[in-house]
């Protein structure tokens, strides 16, 4: 090997193996690890006359509108960055069937029927959120 393909080949090394080291480093999911602290989110739902912006979007925003979720990541295709009304309704596969919270997919991962449960790799939704989001729905689904 001459003097000089010495270095080139080094370099070359080094190249391959920054290259390998970003694209790992930047391929995290939230099912890989999550990055925000596990926090308990503070949103409670009344009884009835559930608002999307007053209730089901800012539970989004504090418990899945996560970089490593479905922020801007937007895994699974899903990205609940406000406003994410438009995004939720129109998400393929359905996520959520208006009057219909038994069969809204949506409802589904969050209580465990359907598996992976959301929030991934968190702490579930209570019984008063999960209830609040199907109230919601059964309520119409409306953009309130």
Same mark, same amino acid.
């Given at each position: 090997?001459?003097?000089?393909?010495?270095? =080139?080949?080094?370099?070359?090394? !080094?190249?391959?193996?920054?290259? #390998?080291?970003?694209?790992?480093?930047?391929?995290?999911?939230?099912?890989?690890?999550?990055?925000?602290?596990?926090?308990?989110?503070?949103?409670?739902?009344?009884?009835?006359?559930?608002?999307?912006?007053?209730?089901?979007?800012? #539970?989004?925003?504090?418990?899945?509108?996560?970089? !490593?979720?479905?922020?801007?990541?937007?895994?699974?295709?899903?990205?609940?960055?406000?406003?994410?009304?438009?995004?939720?309704?129109?998400?393929?596969?359905? #996520?959520?069937? !208006?009057?219909?919270?038994?069969?809204? #997919?949506?409802?589904? =991962?969050?209580?465990?029927?359907?598996?992976? =449960?959301?929030?991934?790799?968190?702490?579930?939704?209570?019984?008063?959120?999960?209830?609040?989001?199907?109230?919601?729905?059964?309520?119409? !689904?409306?953009?309130?």
């Amino acid at each position: 090997m001459s003097p000089l393909q010495s270095p =080139r080949r080094r370099y070359r090394e !080094a190249v391959v193996f920054l290259s #390998l080291l970003v694209t790992v480093t930047s391929t995290n999911s939230c099912e890989d690890a999550v990055t925000e602290p596990d926090q308990p989110i503070n949103i409670v739902f009344p009884d009835s006359l559930i608002s999307y912006s007053q209730h089901v979007e800012p #539970l989004f925003q504090q418990g899945c509108a996560l970089s !490593a979720c479905h922020g801007s990541a937007s895994q699974g295709g899903l990205n609940l960055d406000a406003p994410s009304y438009s995004k939720l309704i129109n998400h393929q596969p359905r #996520l959520v069937v !208006a009057m219909e919270a038994d069969n809204s #997919l949506l409802v589904q =991962r969050l209580d465990g029927r359907v598996q992976p =449960r959301m929030p991934l790799n968190r702490t579930p939704l209570n019984e008063n959120q999960i209830n609040g989001i199907k109230k919601w729905i059964n309520e119409g !689904a409306a953009n309130n």
